[in-house]
């Protein structure tokens, strides 16, 4: 499948171009002068022991198209959405410290990837609204890396590809999403302190390579007693009015839990997970006054599955069961430091931020193996195609040119592999694609402290003895300047594959075959990330680096929006096809079928497609909606004469053991489109009323 993909690409590059909205130019350094705050006293100076920052929080809907778009994660051409389990969020916090004046945005989104082209555009509308308070060096958004939401939001065209190009709809709900939550969470600052806790979380994460993990050193590996990361390291924070704010939790893990054969939006166990701490805290999710955020954000997952089990296997009867026994894990280990975090940060807030040509990077001996070294044009190994352990592809893990296991990889390794790359039998080299790159090689590194914790924002998920590498460099940094909590922040700030260590990159498993720039680029990171905390520590700039291309009006697309919806004659959109029973059981399930129209029509930001309501007194108050666990909405196509712009919704609800008996009904609401003036109507059906007994 994936090498089918790869053949689909060069079709998407060859059609017409769709712009992505509201384009505009790069919100970074090119207008002249320094970055707004990089440089200064250094870390400590007039901030040392100081405890007191504004805090605020906000969150927003990111849910894209609900069908009708190809998902992001799996690159399989089969998994194309077709309704909601969970929508996706936005979470957003803003850290400022009045002892010098500085202030930075740390997003958590459910995503598959954060992209180059989505944060110049959240940085446009920032720009827009405040001037130069924020800008690349001091906003970091981060993705939890579900692999069940809608995708087609890339500049880059390797990411497209199974969508069949871009898709304007949900580049636009995830921009627009992640520009209001930090909007919200700006208006949210007040004074408050934050409190840092961390703690083991067992029995939630596996090495899904662990045969290249063990090339690592002996005495390397002998110090630490597991092959993933099993530490959750969590700031609680608090205003001084007393009210909770949210927290920010970094464990690493794979958001894998729900399979490639499934449909549904989610956000997987981390979605789960930030979904039950807040409806534990009474989260409002249209509310816009203050309301308690969550963030289960990612860190080195890059070898890091949640199947337990192995495979696929999350230890679940089904990936739904998987993912919530996965996402309850980390809610409750986080609810468990949450309690706990009475340790407040200190210091104040820095950052530095710069951007680096990844595919030319000179590499100091200090970080290699006695000889400078270089990184390598972008490019994936055989073993990509093969797919991880939670997701399989074609073919196997493990195609070395040091031992070439078929004749494809005898082939490539002859023919198509450079010096540069080493072991690795190219099978695509996106850094040489015309015009443009197929993945971005000028990447954003970012190094952020709050108080005594350091956030490594990196573009890339880095395997587990990766990021304690790169922790290690930077901790060695900036721990003479009071640091004493380094955390990676993966995904951050835009995408360019995996990071393995040396060793795991000569065996070629999927990590190492998807290490775009060669053998050498943690050291490369080593490098440049010791550059930027040396330029902390000591309050000096470091200069921007190149600026990145901005591809927003080079966009592609093969699948047209909506063009009409229909139904028979004789019923209304709303109208329910297949009704309820009177009357169910806690635990059964409650189905009901309606005459619908395509969810591409108006994705329902900050709403809702299906409402579960019960009756109270002369009223309806509604009880459920289509983000809860216990619901579903399924959108199909059905055809039906003289057209074949038919469709249906399924509103499916699990009613839980605790729902109070009495009388419900499901309601759907949806929108239409008419082929006569191209107008988009809403609409809504309600159910027969049943009780729950």
């Avoid at 004749?407 to 015309?434: D, H, N, R, Y």
């Avoid at 004469?641 to 949806?670: F, K």
């Amino acid at each position: 499948m994936r090498s089918s993909l790869i053949r689909l690409g060069a079709l998407v590059l060859a059609l017409g171009l769709a712009a992505c909205g509201r384009c505009g130019s790069r919100s970074g350094l090119e207008e002249g002068g320094p970055p707004v705050g990089q440089g200064g006293q250094g870390l400590g100076g007039t901030c040392a022991g100081q405890q007191s920052f504004l805090i605020g929080s906000g969150i927003y809907d990111i849910t894209g198209p609900a069908a009708g778009v190809g998902m992001l994660g799996y690159v399989e051409l089969e998994q194309q959405a077709a309704g909601i389990h969970q929508r996706l969020r936005s979470r957003a916090f803003v850290f400022a410290s009045p002892c010098n004046g500085k202030r930075v945005v740390f997003v958590s989104a459910d995503l598959g990837m954060v992209f180059q082209g989505v944060k110049q555009q959240v940085l446009e509308r920032l720009r827009a609204r405040y001037g130069r308070l924020y800008s690349d060096d001091n906003v970091l958004l981060s993705a939890t890396h579900t692999h069940s939401g809608p995708g087609g939001f890339s500049h880059y065209a390797l990411y497209n590809l199974s969508t069949f190009g871009f898709e304007p709809k949900n580049f636009e709900a995830i921009v627009e999403g992640i520009y209001q939550s930090i909007v919200r969470a700006h208006e949210h600052l007040e004074p408050g302190r934050v409190f840092l806790a961390a703690g083991e979380l067992l029995d939630a994460s596996l090495n899904r390579s662990p045969e290249a993990y063990q090339l690592n050193p002996p005495e390397e590996r002998a110090r630490y007693a597991h092959d993933t990361d099993k530490r959750m390291t969590l700031l609680r924070l608090t205003k001084d009015s007393g009210v909770e704010v949210g927290l920010i939790n970094w464990f690493a893990v794979h958001a894998t839990s729900m399979g490639m054969e499934h449909r549904f939006i989610s956000g997987d166990n981390k979605g789960h997970a930030s979904y039950l701490f807040e409806k534990a805290k009474g989260t409002r999710y249209d509310a816009t006054g203050d309301t308690f955020v969550a963030a289960f954000a990612q860190s080195n997952e890059g070898d890091v599955t949640p199947n337990i089990h192995g495979g696929t296997e999350g230890g679940g009867k089904d990936d739904f069961e998987s993912t919530e026994r996965s996402g309850r894990k980390q809610y409750e280990r986080a609810a468990s430091l949450y309690a706990s975090a009475t340790t407040p940060l200190t210091g104040g807030v820095d950052y530095r931020h710069v951007f680096v040509k990844m595919d030319e990077v000179k590499v100091s001996p200090t970080f290699t193996d006695g000889t400078e070294q270089r990184t390598c044009p972008a490019a994936i190994g055989i073993s990509m195609l093969a797919g991880a352990e939670d997701g399989p592809g074609v073919g196997h893990e493990g195609a070395t040119c040091a031992a070439m296991h078929n004749l494809w990889s005898a082939f490539t390794c002859t023919t198509t592999t450079t010096p540069c790359q080493a072991e690795k039998p190219i099978v695509l080299e996106m850094g040489s694609m015309k015009p443009f790159p197929w993945s971005p090689e000028v990447l954003p590194l970012q190094l952020v402290t709050v108080g005594n914790l350091a956030l490594v924002a990196v573009p890339f998920e880095l395997t587990t003895m990766a990021g304690r590498r790169l922790r290690e460099t930077v901790r060695a940094q900036l721990a003479p300047a009071g640091v004493t909590e380094v955390v990676i922040a993966g995904l951050s700030n835009a995408y360019s594959g995996y990071v393995a260590t040396r060793e795991e990159y000569a065996k070629q498993e999927y990590e190492g075959a998807s290490t775009h720039f060669g053998p050498w680029t943690l050291a490369a990171l080593q490098q440049e990330f010791g550059v930027l905390a040396r330029s902390l520590r000591e309050g000096s700039y470091v200069l921007p680096g190149p600026a990145p291309r901005d591809l927003c009006q080079q966009q592609s697309r093969l699948r047209p929006g909506v063009l009409f919806d229909d139904k028979p004659l004789w019923v209304h959109f709303g109208d329910v096809s297949v009704d309820a029973r009177e009357s169910y059981a806690r635990g059964e399930t409650v189905r009901v079928t309606f005459w619908s129209g395509h969810p591409k029509n108006d994705p329902h930001t900050q709403g809702t497609f299906l409402r579960v309501q019960r009756r109270a007194g002369l009223l309806w108050k509604d009880v459920a909606y289509d983000w809860d666990w216990e619901t579903k909405y399924t959108w199909r196509r059905d055809y039906c004469l003289p057209t074949l712009a038919c469709s249906h919704a399924l509103l499916e609800w699990t009613i839980p053991p605790d729902a109070e008996p009495g009388t419900y009904r499901l309601v759907h609401e949806g929108d239409w489109k008419s082929g006569w003036d191209g107008r988009v109507r809403p609409f809504q059906g309600t159910s027969r009323p049943f009780t729950v007994e």
